[in-house]
């Protein structure tokens, strides 16, 4: 059996689904006292790769991929420079890493700090700090005699 052969029987057992994948990103969300925290897992992305946007507490992470599928042909007439260029490109046996485009939104508690939102990217995950405002505390109020 050669690899074209086992890759066939693989994709032909029903494993192999739509080219068509979505995309949803795992997220973890935690509390402090003084601030919620939101990691998301995107391997293989890089902090270019994501928008982050807050607006009115509805915090909005996407990603969109700009790259065409590898499949795809170009609507124009390719140039025999180009022809060639194919030819010499690898093609799939088997392909499932994909990247495709995402929006993920989350409307935020009223207590958040706006203009504290902090985020960083490493080893494939993105955290957001999103700070909380401090409780407002209840003041005594002395009377005035007049």
Same mark, same amino acid.
């Given at each position: 059996?050669n690899?074209?052969?086992?890759? +066939?029987?693989w994709? +032909?057992d ?5 080219t068509?994948k979505?995309f949803v990103?795992?997220?973890?969300v935690?509390?402090t006292?003084?601030?919620?925290v939101?990691e ?7 902090e270019?790769d %994501?928008?982050? &946007?807050?607006?009115d507490r %509805?915090l909005?992470?996407s990603?969109a991929?700009?790259?065409?599928a590898?499949?795809?042909?170009p609507e124009?007439e &390719?140039?025999? &420079?180009e022809?060639?260029?194919d030819?010499?490109k690898p093609?799939?046996l088997?392909?499932?890493?994909c990247?495709?485009?995402?929006s993920r939104?989350?409307?935020?508690p ?7 939102v902090?985020?960083?990217f490493?080893?494939? %995950?993105l955290s957001i ?5 401090? &409780?407002a505390?209840?003041?005594?109020i002395?009377?005035?005699v007049?």
């Amino acid at each position: 059996m050669n690899a074209l052969s086992l890759f +066939n029987d693989w994709l +032909n057992d029903g494993y192999y689904g739509t080219t068509s994948k979505i995309f949803v990103p795992n997220v973890d969300v935690t509390e402090t006292k003084d601030s919620y925290v939101l990691e998301m897992d995107l391997p293989g992305r890089t902090e270019k790769d %994501v928008a982050i &946007e807050l607006n009115d507490r %509805v915090l909005t992470i996407s990603s969109a991929d700009e790259k065409k599928a590898e499949t795809e042909t170009p609507e124009t007439e &390719e140039k025999d &420079e180009e022809k060639a260029e194919d030819e010499n490109k690898p093609q799939y046996l088997m392909r499932e890493r994909c990247r495709s485009s995402f929006s993920r939104s989350f409307t935020l508690p009223k207590d958040i700090d706006e203009t504290g939102v902090s985020a960083s990217f490493k080893n494939g %995950v993105l955290s957001i700090a999103i700070p909380r405002k401090a &409780e407002a505390q209840p003041r005594k109020i002395t009377i005035n005699v007049a």
